[in-house]
């Protein structure tokens, strides 16, 4: 495998600016490697200790995505010197990582120089047992290559039988070209040519399609025979074949294909034939198409319909839970009608036709929608507070908690101090230790998903802090359960006030230590939740949702209980009710969490 060669033509960084003379120059003030065709869970330490054996490394980045914090599947590493980068893409390029061969090439810092195409080859009919590094192999013969890849079918593995080699110059794409468009690479006959960007691919297959001469003909009649179906083509211009589609038996299919001679008389014959009536039945004539092409043309209606209903209903559909079993549709009509005009009110029902405790409404205008969420939500209706919101499908409700999940991360980084060891901010990097190298037997040390180390809770209590939280329990982290009610003047004894804070002080000094002890708390009413301050209800409903996420889930509480503090209130009331519906968020809470947390889990030693 031929290395690529250090160009020094380039002019110096004062001459060249921040661009680069060539896109096969190796920068002049800085060793960065592009590494991509990563597996999602490859981390910055993995990178670390394979690079790190090269040459002294002086920082790493995997490229995450923003909201989500998942790998993108290509990281940056840079050495301190060229010399070390230069071996490492010689020595490491297409090793496997998890599974996987990465491609290791230069990073080019403008994106023109990789936009523009020039030396960029494209190969196709090629034998799927051909990977990266064998396709590279084949073509270094002909000049330096800048980056080589195979098209890998994502589903199942397997090579997609074409692939790109990007050359350092022009003419080593022209000479590869030259030599190996129409050879025999595994018995397979190669197609190598210059690669054509998507846009011009695109104009020319819409010019070609316009010029058809194939003609697709159906809903024709049974009855019609091969010379009745060929005159009644035939009078639009010459044709070279027509043919009506038959049966074992011999009995018509009802369609058929004409071809014409040009495609101009193709043309004439759909806008003269098409939906006219034949025998009673409307003849549809179109461009015949190939089956991908057609599939590919109903996937995209299919999305474009889906799209047109969602934005249809974008922002006047409600969605509504925490109904009593005894609501119909009627009732539930009735309730919201006062709002608006209601274009549709459904009640979900099991198999057996009983309610499942939620249902939709559809109003006719945004705004109507908007002002029944707003004074609807958290109404009594019947004995249960119900919960009233914008309709929202299960990949847009799962991006949300993803997203409440990594702005909770961002939160956790920035309230780390400047001064702590390991800070760094902006995007997660990692910085070797003084010297470059690891002793043996060391291994760098991430913490998941590039967050910072935080301190650790002290075990002592402190003044304020409430009771029934498990040792080592931050309650100033986000993700907590909340602190209970602080007792103000004139609020209720039976609140948090000062007999609560009494019995607390009473319990310590009967210890005679500042252990904390677990909090008898009675069932929460809707009526108590309302009387209490704003600010407050989110900490009682804290209080209580902790214990029963601790039960379930120990190890995750803290988290789950923050992230279901997100919701309405008379939603977590009815949590409070409904073991099954708080499981079911639980659940789904973990699933989120699991997702989350694959990407910041090291390898198994």
Not at 62 to 85: E, K, M, P, Q
Not at 220 to 229: A, H, P, R, V
Not at 233 to 255: C, M, Q, V, W, Y
Not at 527 to 556: D, V
């Amino acid at each position: 495998m031929s290395s690529p060669v250090l160009n020094t033509e380039v002019p110096p960084p004062a001459a060249a600016a921040p661009q680069q003379e060539d896109a096969g120059a190796v920068p002049a003030t800085t060793a960065s490697l592009y590494v991509g065709e990563l597996d999602a869970s490859v981390t910055e330490a993995m990178l670390f200790e394979m690079f790190n054996m090269i040459g002294p490394v002086a920082s790493i980045r995997v490229c995450r995505d923003a909201v989500t914090r998942r790998s993108l599947g290509y990281a940056y590493v840079n050495f301190h010197n060229i010399v070390d980068g230069e071996r490492a893409l010689e020595t490491l390029n297409y090793t496997l990582i998890k599974g996987k061969p990465c491609r290791i090439m230069w990073s080019q810092r403008d994106p023109s120089l990789r936009k523009t195409g020039s030396g960029n080859v494209f190969i196709k009919n090629l034998d799927t047992s051909i990977d990266n590094k064998a396709l590279h192999d084949t073509f270094s013969a002909f000049g330096n290559i800048l980056s080589c890849k195979i098209a890998i079918d994502e589903s199942s593995g397997n090579s997609k039988g074409y692939g790109f080699v990007h050359y350092e110059t022009e003419e080593a794409a022209e000479n590869a070209i030259k030599h190996v468009n129409g050879m025999l690479l595994n018995d397979k006959k190669v197609y190598v040519g210059h690669h054509i960007p998507r846009k011009e691919r695109q104009a020319k297959i819409e010019e070609l399609r316009s010029k058809f001469t194939n003609v697709y003909v159906k809903n024709l009649d049974t009855e019609i025979t091969d010379d009745e179906f060929t005159a009644m083509f035939e009078a639009h211009g010459p044709i070279t074949s027509a043919l009506i589609s038959r049966d074992e038996e011999g009995n018509s299919k009802g369609f058929g294909f004409v071809n014409y001679e040009n495609f101009e008389d193709a043309h004439k014959a759909v806008d003269a034939l098409n939906e006219k009536d034949i025998n009673g039945k409307p003849l549809y004539v179109g461009r015949a198409q190939k089956k991908a092409e057609r599939e590919e043309e109903l996937r995209r209606q299919y999305e474009q319909a889906k799209m047109e209903k969602l934005n249809k209903y974008q922002g006047v559909n409600l969605y509504i839970k925490n109904l009593d079993d005894d609501i119909d549709d009627e009732r539930l009509r009735q309730e919201f009608s006062v709002y608006g005009m209601i274009t549709s009110a459904k009640i979900m029902r099991d198999e057996k036709e009983n309610s499942k405790g939620f249902g939709f409404v559809c109003f006719s205008a945004p705004d109507e929608a908007t002002k029944a969420v707003t004074e609807m939500n958290g109404r009594m209706i019947g004995s249960k507070p119900i919960y009233v919101a914008l309709a929202q499908r299960k990949e847009v409700r799962r991006s949300q908690l993803e997203a409440q999940m990594a702005q909770r991360n961002q939160m956790r980084m920035q309230t780390v101090p400047m001064g702590t060891p390991g800070y760094m901010p902006g995007a997660p990097m990692f910085y070797p230790p003084p010297g470059g190298f690891m002793g043996q037997g060391q291994r760098p040390v991430f913490p998941p998903n590039g967050m910072m180390p935080r301190p650790r809770w002290a075990p002592q209590p402190q003044q304020g802090q409430p009771m029934g939280y498990p040792q080592g329990f931050n309650p100033n982290m986000q993700g907590r359960p909340p602190r209970g009610p602080r007792p103000t003047r004139g609020a209720p004894h039976g609140q948090g006030g000062r007999q609560a804070a009494g019995q607390r002080k009473q319990q310590q000094g009967r210890n005679g230590q500042g252990q904390d002890q677990p909090q008898e708390n009675g069932a929460l009413t809707a009526a108590a939740l309302a009387s209490a301050p704003p600010e407050m209800q989110k900490q009682m409903l804290g209080e209580r949702l902790y214990p029963l996420i601790h039960e379930k889930q120990p190890e995750y509480s803290g988290k789950i209980t923050g992230m279901l503090l997100e919701m309405d209130n008379g939603e977590l009331l009815n949590l409070l009710e409904d073991g099954d519906a708080l499981n079911s968020k639980i659940t789904e809470a973990m699933e989120v969490l699991k997702a989350h947390m694959t990407d910041a889990e090291e390898p198994k030693a």
